[in-house]
């Protein structure tokens, strides 16, 4: 069936470090892939999303590509702040399925400091 | 403001002791779900529904309820609630199912830590 795998944190950076979070996917068809972040005592959002190969997400800094060759859509930001510190989800919608709910990783804690 | 509420937002009970926790969203969305989140295994899917009186079974759906009476309301049912169904549970809605491609975002409530000794 469809997976996504992420990396594994917690991922320790520096205000101003370059971040680099990495997911793939398993998926029979053309999903969609998405980004979701969960801050400290909340609840998700989305952060960025990509609908089809070669797109490219983005919103407060960070960007995704859709790289269906590879099968991965890594988060990435050029200078991380200390308020970027969150749990992120790699996710994709079960294209296809009938169900059609999001499938996630198992989330990447960042934590950023000053 | 549009979004998704969830209470109680804690809640520690006993083994057995049937409990409701609500969820409901102001932006008329067809698609709602309940998700639990546990270390190490990120967020499973517990229960759907597609609109109003349509749910279905996620990937974990074993010891949970749901119904879906109104468009706004999820609430989900634990009849007899055990220690092993301690977790962090989310409710989340979308516009429409994601099925078929749809690129939907998922609004989600702010959780309910539950907490079964």
């Known amino acids: 069936g469809n997976s996504v795998t992420q990396m594994e944190g917690p991922v320790t950076l520096s205000e101003e470090a370059f971040l680099t979070i990495n997911c793939t996917y398993t998926?029979?068809?053309?999903?969609?892939l998405f980004w979701y972040v969960q801050y400290p005592g909340e609840g998700l959002q989305l952060l960025l999303k990509a609908t089809k190969a070669d797109d490219k997400g983005s919103n407060k800094g960070f960007e995704a590509t859709y790289r269906k060759e590879t099968t991965s859509f890594h988060l990435e930001k050029g200078s991380v702040q200390v308020s970027d510190s969150a749990v992120y989800f790699c996710a994709l919608n079960d294209y296809g399925g009938s169900q059609g709910n999001l499938i996630f990783g198992k989330g990447t804690k960042l934590s950023v400091k000053p | 403001e549009a979004q998704v509420t969830q209470n109680p937002r804690y809640l520690i009970t006993v083994t057995g002791k049937k409990l409701t926790v609500t969820c409901s969203q102001n932006?008329?969305?067809?698609?709602m779900s309940w998700y639990r989140q546990d270390p190490g295994l990120g967020l499973r899917q517990i229960y759907y529904s597609m609109n109003v009186e349509v749910t279905d079974k996620g990937d974990v759906p074993e010891g949970y309820k749901v119904s879906r009476k109104e468009k706004r309301n999820f609430p989900l049912i634990l009849e007899s609630p055990s220690p092993n169904q301690t977790s962090l549970y989310f409710c989340a809605s979308s516009p429409r199912s994601l099925a078929g491609g749809s690129t939907d975002t998922q609004y989600f409530g702010p959780g309910t830590r539950l907490t079964v000794l």
């Open positions: 932006m008329n969305h067809e698609y």
């Open positions: 998926a029979t068809g053309y999903p969609s």
